[in-house]
């Protein structure tokens, strides 16, 4: 990660909005009407979707997709004005929580502001045509970086919003710009504010192979972390999908797990999460209800910040679309206070200042211990969602599990396994590091 970046973005629980479709009217006034609500299950920073004008030539859908901009100095009057988001930030920031904006600095709606302005900024075909070098992105086309006018331009937009009040930048396809772009955005950004938030939507591995195998720039996750405090985790993402169908052993993704280990900076900060708005909601893509929730809680439970996406407490199964008003289904908030136990975890003192192991190769199910100081954590994560007993490395006894309240016995160092997962907090009986050596080390010897 970034040299400066604070230790507390290690453990930041963040809340992703979609404005369109949060509330009835889908208003900045809707969103700050939530948010005593969204601050009372433990975030920490409300991640806004793209808040400025969406373009209408080439939309997709009846609305337009938010990642396709017009303008990026000025907001949606979909959503209100900018005394209305003022007043949002205000209010966010009242309640103690970070309020984060989209930045879309790859690509632009095709009736963007810079379109007439500056058509020397973006991809050209033969025919000096703006193009998008993605053909399924076709309600957009590409700003062409490296430029130095385009650069200084987004830089003082960014420098707009800070001094407006927002505090950290979700920048799309972050792997897509130059390096030296988002070095130099960050250190003017941190002369107007410090601390804030960078959070890079880095790209699938095989979308950074196509790139470069045809000619385009993309950056690796380990470059991105020169300039940035989090990236997302799509460097493994396709194999944890496996691993959720039941395509793929859980060891495969344990063993990258430990892989990022390896090759990223030391403290690296992974941003974990098991949907968001361009994938599957887990209540639909698990197999079952618990393994979703035991996939989840692993999720929080693993080293990095963790993401809520809207709609997540209450079950959603359905993504809503980009195009379209298509409002989240809100109900009784039924894994509100799972989602809560999770977020607050994340502040415990084995969580902020320990140590993080996985201790076996996920069967029967998941286990992974926080050891700090005085303190130690025991996670077990029943992804599988099998029956029968587990070994597990705690002291016999009786134990409150943290997310279920339950009474937890251990007899003859085993228990029975959770219907989804659970939190034990006690000494362990012997030392992690004694149990989960690096599968990189141990499974392909001959």
Not at 179 to 197: C, G, H, M, N, Q
Not at 279 to 286: K, N, V, Y
Not at 329 to 336: A, D, E, K, R
Request: aromatic share 12%; net charge negative; with cysteine.
């Amino acid at each position: 990660m970034a040299k400066d970046t604070p230790k507390s973005f290690k453990n930041a629980v963040i809340y992703e909005i979609y404005v369109r479709n949060h509330g009835p009217n889908g208003t900045f006034s809707d969103v700050q009407a939530d948010l005593e609500r969204i601050r009372s299950m433990g975030v920490d920073i409300i991640w806004l979707m793209p808040i400025h004008p969406i373009g209408k030539l080439n939309k997709k859908g009846s609305l337009g997709c938010p990642y396709s901009i017009s303008d990026y100095r000025e907001v949606n009057p979909e959503y209100g004005t900018k005394a209305d988001f003022k007043a949002l930030i205000e209010q966010a920031h009242q309640l103690g929580l970070k309020a984060m904006i989209d930045v879309v600095y790859n690509h632009t709606a095709h009736d963007s502001v810079l379109v007439n302005q500056h058509p020397e900024w973006f991809h050209q075909d033969e025919n000096g045509k703006p193009v998008t070098t993605v053909p399924d992105w076709s309600d957009v086309i590409d700003l062409k970086h490296p430029n130095p006018n385009l650069s200084n331009y987004l830089i003082e937009t960014l420098q707009q919003w800070t001094t407006f009040g927002v505090d950290g930048f979700r920048c799309d396809v972050a792997s897509l710009l130059p390096l030296s772009f988002w070095e130099t955005a960050r250190k003017a950004i941190a002369e107007v504010k410090p601390d804030v938030i960078w959070l890079a939507e880095s790209v699938h591995a095989s979308f950074v192979e196509n790139r470069r195998m045809n000619g385009l720039s993309a950056l690796s996750d380990g470059e991105i972390y020169q300039a940035f405090d989090l990236t997302y985790d799509y460097d493994i993402w396709p194999i944890w999908q496996a691993v959720v169908k039941e395509k793929a052993p859980t060891s495969r993704y344990l063993e990258m797990l430990r892989f990022q280990n390896s090759i990223y900076p030391e403290n690296f900060i992974k941003m974990r999460c098991v949907e968001n708005h361009d994938q599957p909601r887990i209540m639909r893509f698990a197999p079952g209800i618990p393994q979703a929730m035991a996939w989840t809680a692993f999720s929080a439970f693993n080293k990095g910040a963790f993401l809520i996406y809207a709609g997540q407490e209450s079950g959603e199964t359905h993504r809503p679309s980009l195009f379209d008003i298509d409002k989240v289904t809100w109900g009784n908030y039924p894994y509100q206070n799972f989602l809560t136990k999770l977020a607050q975890l994340k502040k415990h003192p084995a969580l902020m200042n320990g140590k993080f192991f996985m201790i076996n190769e996920g069967e029967p199910a998941i286990q992974a211990v926080w050891q700090a100081p005085g303190t130690s954590l025991l996670g077990v994560f029943n992804t599988q969602h099998q029956a029968g007993d587990i070994s597990v490395p705690l002291w016999d006894g009786t134990y409150a599990d943290i997310l279920s309240d339950h009474p937890v016995v251990i007899k003859n160092g085993s228990t029975s396994l959770p219907e989804s997962a659970m939190i034990l907090e006690g000494p362990l009986s012997r030392s992690p590091e004694l149990f989960f050596s690096s599968l990189l080390d141990t499974h392909y010897e001959s």
